[in-house]
Antibody, heavy 120, light 110 residues
């Protein structure tokens, strides 16, 4: 069974950075894109970007292009998302999510989510 | 890009059918057959229910079906059950090579 296990909750101050990890298992890590999606408290889902674990190529939503860095470590089947210059409105649950068979057009499996709280 | 437009809430009685709409533009919903739907229970991660407009992943009940006409996609849940009560989100691939989500619809089973 495909599993995506994310790192634990974080509390950060405004202006800091946060790095969320996502460890994949039960499938070939390099064969499927990894997406990152966030959900602010009581709000909807927002797509942040994706990484091709095979090549390392990334593509992010324009809103996050200057602040998000997505990386991967194929030796341990892990993906990472770092968000910098945090603001209070970055408080959200951050999900890693595997791209479906087509890679970029839908998501089929989700991690459990990582709550990031930005507060002074 | 603005979120795809979904009704904030829909409701139905057990056994009835409901339909949730998802309206976009020709740059997303109308331009590609890449609409997917997700179910999210409170405090849980989303779950894929429909992909590529009308395809169900293995294990998803055939009470869930999807369709699309022009710039509007729809999710129909037939034979409503108490366990179907959740938030539902549509998403579409876009001409910018991104994924765009709808604002979400809260389904209440009366």
């Amino acid at each position: 069974q495909v599993q995506l296990v994310q790192s634990g909750a974080e509390v950060k101050k405004p202006g800091a950075s946060v790095k969320v990890s996502c460890k994949a298992s039960a499938y070939t890590f390099t064969a499927y894109y990894m997406h990152w999606v966030r959900q602010a408290p009581g709000q909807g889902l927002e797509w942040m970007g994706r990484i091709n674990p095979n090549s390392g190529d990334t593509y992010s939503a324009q809103k996050f292009q200057d602040r998000v860095t997505m990386t991967r470590d194929t030796s341990i089947s892990a993906a990472y998302m770092e968000l910098s210059s945090l603001r209070s409105d970055d408080t959200a649950v951050y999900y890693c999510a595997r791209g479906g068979a087509s890679g970029t057009t839908f998501i089929d499996y989700w991690g459990q989510g990582t709550l990031v709280t930005v507060s002074s | 890009q603005s979120a795809l437009t979904q009704p904030a809430s829909v409701s139905g009685s057990p056994g009835q059918s409901i339909t949730i709409s998802c309206t976009g533009t020709s740059s997303d919903v109308g331009g590609y057959d890449y609409v997917s739907w997700y179910q999210q229970h409170p405090g849980k991660a989303p779950k894929l229910m429909i992909y590529a407009v009308n395809n169900r992943p293995s294990g998803v009940s055939n009470r869930f079906s999807g369709s699309k006409s022009g710039n509007t996609a729809s999710l129909t849940v037939s034979g409503l059950q108490a366990e179907d009560e959740a938030d539902y989100y549509c998403t579409s691939y876009t001409s910018s090579s991104t994924l765009l989500f709808g604002g979400g619809t809260q389904l209440t089973v009366l």
